[in-house]
């Protein structure tokens, strides 16, 4: 049987995450990458396996989601964008496709992923951003925020943000050791609080128990001083509780400079 000869395809994806059961593929619900690996996989006339920068969640959206995949070398990539959007429309869509080296992948080539989280920090809720944002009413402090972001920098162990991963029998433990770059609260028009995040990776919603525990300094029923205990405790019970998933996004990703490893865990 004539197999045609494949080449790597980059491609920019944003989507609107309330429509899916996040991102990871599975056989049980309407995900991201399923119907990017089927809505691709009938354009190509081959099957295709898709990689990803990252694997967000349910409600979960995206603007530069980058993902990678092998495609037949002959295949237009205009085309490949149009017709991609042309089935995926109106809640994916892809804004930028290129040809790669067959050794770069989204995961494991990524030198950094960025967030950002929207909270509505007004009295009276905006229906236009309802499943784009957290709405809090109570006044936030945007200064006690930002100083408690100053505990996160740099790499630590941020179990007691994340969803503690489940484990099969005989599988090594994963680490939550991350590597936070920069991390910044900003007060934009409307009474938007936006919460700007980078790190090397992320833990399973490590950035909705960051925002959770943030607000509550926000709020006043926690002190600033209180990140670099929650973190030293490795104890979820010592967090806050986890945004909602509707006001995160995945914002970009880059592929500049030197991966940063975690340390094993310990």
Not at 146 to 170: M, T
Not at 175 to 190: N, P
Request: glycine share 8%.
């Amino acid at each position: 049987m004539y197999e045609p000869a494949l080449r790597r395809v980059r491609l920019r994806v944003g989507y609107h995450g309330a429509a899916y059961s996040g991102f990871q593929i599975n056989a049980a619900y309407v995900t991201i990458e399923g119907v990017l690996t089927e809505a691709i996989s009938t354009i190509v006339r081959h099957p295709v396996h898709l990689s990803t920068a990252g694997r967000t969640d349910a409600g979960v959206h995206a603007i530069g989601q980058v993902i990678t995949c092998d495609i037949p070398e002959a295949m237009n990539l205009h085309r490949l964008m149009r017709s991609v959007n042309g089935l995926c429309a109106p809640h994916i869509a892809v804004s930028d496709a290129q040809w790669v080296d067959n050794d770069f992948d989204a995961r494991y080539s990524a030198t950094w992923r960025q967030y950002k989280y929207t909270v509505v920090n007004t009295w009276e809720p905006q229906p236009m951003l309802v499943d784009r944002s957290w709405h809090v009413r109570e006044p936030l402090s945007i200064p006690l925020m930002n100083l408690a972001c100053d505990a996160l920098y740099g790499e630590q162990d941020f179990a007691a943000f994340c969803r503690k991963p489940l484990e099969g029998e005989g599988e090594p433990v994963r680490t939550s050791h991350r590597y936070l770059f920069s991390a910044k609260w900003t007060v934009e028009d409307g009474g938007l609080a936006v919460f700007d995040i980078r790190a090397n990776a992320f833990c399973h919603q490590m950035v909705r128990g960051i925002v959770g525990f943030l607000v509550d300094v926000g709020r006043g029923r926690r002190p600033p001083s209180d990140t670099r205990a929650v973190l030293l405790a490795r104890d979820r019970a010592h967090g806050s509780a986890v945004a909602p998933a509707q006001g995160l996004t995945f914002w970009d990703v880059g592929y500049d400079g030197v991966r940063v490893h975690p340390r094993p865990h310990s």
